[in-house]
């Protein structure tokens, strides 16, 4: 059988270092990564290989030529153009046509039994076996679900952790039968995970998954390298280390030159030629390149030293790694997670912070400080993007500096010449933060529509009709008046799509931003009627007849709401009772207590003034909160249901999205009207897109964000009140006797703390004992166990917080106790908690 290392990789989110070099070449322990794949080949027989490479082929050659040192024989398939891993795969298959193949990658550090993952292959007469491992967070890799019998039953590439229903992951190791080529197109960038096996999956083709028990770790940021290296030398991976070991876990290259004086303590490994001095100490972890030099008084713990580096006398290095060549002069000092690239120099008593990344070829002079901060490492975030976009203490993690280096990776996603709205709220850190964001942009080339101070749903429908590429709105965090939230919109006015979202992110950890040219540098303007063009469709699109009727109280926050707010209720002609009227820079939001104090005096307008109804804005325009003609505050739940019955019953007809969460006697009300419900996941994104399709007539979040899709699919609240305005007038129910007609939800809620590594296996265990129960579960966001038409519980993942989020209904409310309690312990019992 003959093998196919895929070597094509750039590794981008490993630069600096991988600036200069393929990330297959990447050193661990001393030998490039696809080397000790090669070696792991030929211990199981495969010594026939076929190269697939890409970028900087040339140095991947002039390594390992025709694979002689290694008594292999190499072949190098080479692509012009990135093909994906199909189609690098179809690129080599002239040397495929004649056996089954195995295809590994050539930048995994990984001792899987090939063998074994052959013969299972070869019994179940698979068209392709896929090596699947189980892994503590699967959120970046492609999750696999099999049958007992190994058989794939599902595939789903890059979950969000709603979408993690398993630990098992594809390790992009393969073994497969040569027809399966013919599923790949020539010359065409094709993947297998995403392209080819969900096609052949749909077709029932025998596709299979080996769950390997041996050790695998995708080297694909600077924290995996680094936990590479320390596994490598803990005897977690089976490896070739060279050398030989001095005491226990202390390797030593024949030919390196270590002081008795000199304080070792592993497991460590120093390479051929290396020279240490005395009084130098190398501490648990270290790895130093060949021909390196480590003078007095040095001091090293948990650092990789590539080959030919130079550290001065006293220098002190933690937990960072510092590229070949680079020359590390007296006393300097490197911190945790700070990359130092290919031929650098580290001045005398230079300082170069936590994780500080230093490209090739540069000079940091002697005594300097490279103090640039690493913001969200330091919070713990996993990525950039929460909930509410990008959120943070102002000047503390979200920084006139910090927003530069956001809007210039954003710039750096587009085109030059293309053009961006911008937008905050009334506080005075929103306007000064966005002065930061409009700069970067301009400075690269993008032009910049400014509305100022506007309602976030008038910047949604801005971005969305005119030629734009996106928009960036800054706004204060909801309840913190300390933080703010930075929200990026896509060209539709939505929130960036995940997959979007990766790619700003990848951009601004590589801080690889694309600057203008002096000609370049873009325009800047400020549209003159926005908020009319906006008013004037909104009311063209919604049904507002009978409206001049009613009398409403509405209280706008002190938010951008009061902006448009004269211009819609003046042309509609009813009687309106209107609060907190104005821009508020002082109180751009509100905490919990300061919240329902005004909800209890919005109230109390409404009954006092008989008003059929009163709504509160949230300060940016986006959510609203109701208060029917009693002066009783209607919950966000209820007033889902409410507003989702005054729909249905005027239409008759179509389609509504909901999310997961929300309560099933949603359900109950669109079939008395005779209305469909499409249920979607939690992601605010999924529920955009959802309201976007045809037929549909309402969608809401349950969290006082609803959608008018005949005017725009995403969450307005200023719509939502216009449209309800109508509704109310013409149903001549109440909102008080709407909301009696509709059944009580007895939905309860819980948070289990979960640590991140278990919530991959808490979702297997989940769906493995519902399954043991034979229970219907469904899989749209999290695991959804459906025990009957009124009883279920709903498990996810939280996607920002070690924690899962369980909801539970059922006829009762003891009833929906037992089983919030029942499946939480499940949740804890799997999760080691």
Request: charged fraction near 25%; proline fraction near 4%; aromatic fraction near 6%.
């Amino acid at each position: 059988m003959k093998a196919v290392v895929m070597a094509g990789g750039e590794g981008t989110r490993l630069r600096p270092m991988t600036a200069n070099q393929p990330k297959p070449l990447l050193p661990v322990v001393n030998r490039p990564i696809m080397e000790h794949v090669l070696r792991l080949l030929k211990r199981h027989g495969l010594t026939e290989t076929v190269v697939t490479v890409q970028f900087l082929a040339a140095l991947v050659r002039s390594y390992f030529g025709d694979g002689d040192e290694l008594d292999m024989t190499l072949h190098y398939a080479t692509e012009d153009l990135p093909l994906g891993t199909a189609g690098s795969v179809k690129n080599a298959a002239s040397r495929l046509r004649d056996d089954s193949f195995l295809v590994i990658s050539g930048d995994a550090l990984t001792d899987i039994d090939l063998s074994d993952m052959i013969r299972f292959h070869r019994e179940n007469s698979a068209l392709v076996t896929i090596g699947l491992k189980r892994v503590p967070n699967p959120l970046e890799f492609g999750i696999i679900i099999v049958d007992e019998a190994g058989r794939i039953q599902r595939f789903l590439e890059k979950p969000t952790w709603g979408q993690v229903f398993s630990d098992t992951v594809n390790t992009g190791i393969y073994v497969m039968e040569p027809e399966i080529l013919d599923e790949v197109p020539d010359g065409q960038a094709v993947d297998w995970a995403s392209d080819v096996f969900p096609k052949l999956l749909e077709r029932g083709a025998p596709l299979y998954g080996y769950v390997a028990d041996g050790y695998w770790e995708d080297v694909g940021t600077h924290e995996s390298y680094l936990k590479a290296q320390a596994d490598a030398l803990a005897g977690r991976v089976k490896l070739d280390i060279g050398g030989f070991e001095l005491s226990p876990g202390v390797w030593v290259a024949e030919t390196a030159a270590v002081d008795p004086e000199a304080v070792l303590k592993g497991p460590l490994l120093i390479g051929d030629y290396a020279k240490v001095e005395a009084g130098a100490e190398l501490r648990e972890y270290t790895v130093l390149g060949d021909n390196a030099v480590v003078r007095e008084g040095s001091f090293l713990h948990r650092a990789v030293v590539h080959d030919n580096v130079y550290l001065g006398p006293g220098t002190n290095l933690r937990g960072c790694v510092i590229g070949k060549s680079t020359d590390v002069m007296t006393g300097a000092r490197i911190e945790e997670n700070a990359v130092i690239g290919d031929e650098c120099v580290i001045g005398a008593e230079a300082y170069v912070s936590s994780g500080v990344k230093i490209y090739p070829f540069k000079t940091v002079e002697a005594g300097a400080v490279v103090n640039t901060s690493v913001i969200w490492e330091s919070r713990g975030q996993a990525s950039l993007f929460g909930r509410r976009g990008i959120s943070g203490l102002v000047n503390v993690e979200i920084t006139p500096e910090l927003c530069v280096r956001l809007a210039s990776a954003y710039a750096t996603t587009l085109k030059k010449g293309e053009s961006v709205v911008t937008s905050r709220d009334a506080s005075r850190a929103a306007s000064a933060l966005k002065r930061a964001v409009i700069s970067a942009l301009t400075a690269s080339a993008i032009n910049v529509i400014d509305l100022e101070a506007a309602p976030l749903p008038v910047t949604r429908f801005y971005t969305s009709r005119k030629p734009t590429s996106g928009g960036i709105a800054l706004r204060t965090t909801a309840g913190d008046p300390q933080s703010v939230d930075i929200v990026f919109l896509d060209s539709e006015g939505a929130d960036l799509a995940p997959a979007t979202q990766r790619k700003l992110e990848r951009v601004y950890s590589r801080q690889e931003f694309r600057r203008a040219f002096p000609g370049e540098i873009a325009e800047l303007s400020y549209p003159a009627r926005a908020i009319e063009d906006y008013a004037h469709e909104l009311l063209r699109c919604v049904d507002m007849s009978g409206a001049d009727e009613l009398k409403v109280v509405v209280d706008c926050a002190g938010g951008t709401s009061s902006l448009v707010m004269p211009t819609l209720l003046g042309r509609v002609g009813l009687e309106v009772l209107t609060v907190n009227a104005r821009l508020d820079e002082a109180s751009p939001t509100e905490t919990l207590a300061e919240r329902r104090r005004d909800l209890q005096r919005l109230s109390e307008l409404v009954g006092s003034s008989r008003a059929h109804f009163g709504v509160r804005f949230d300060p940016v325009g986006e959510r609203i909160a109701l208060v029917d003609e009693k002066g009783q505050l209607i919950s966000e739940e209820r007033a889902l249901l409410v507003v989702l019955d005054l729909v249905a019953a005027e239409r008759r007809g179509g389609r509504v999205a909901l999310p997961v969460t929300t309560t099933r006697v949603a359900e109950q009300v669109c079939r008395f009207h005779g209305v469909q419900v499409e249920w979607t996941s939690t992601a605010q994104d999924a529920l955009t897109a959802a309201a976007a399709e045809e037929e549909m007539i309402f969608a809401g979040d349950g969290r006082g964000g609803f959608v008018v899709p005949e005017f725009a699919p995403t969450v307005d609240g200023l719509a939502a009140f216009m449209r309800l305005l109508g509704l109310v007038a013409r149903t001549r129910l109440s909102l008080s006797q709407i909301d009696a007609r509709i059944p009580q939800a007895r939905l309860l809620r819980r948070a289990v703390p979960t640590p991140w590594a278990a919530k991959g296996l808490v979702m297997r265990s989940l769906i493995e004992a519902a399954e043991e129960e034979g229970l219907h579960y469904e899989t749209t966001d999290g695991v959804r166990v459906v025990l009957d038409d009124r009883s279920w519980v709903l498990i996810i993942p939280a996607a920002t917080e070690p924690v899962t989020d369980l909801w539970a209904e059922a006829r009762h409310v003891d009833s929906a106790q037992a089983l919030l309690e029942r499946w939480a312990r499940i949740v804890e019992e799997s999760s080691g908690a």
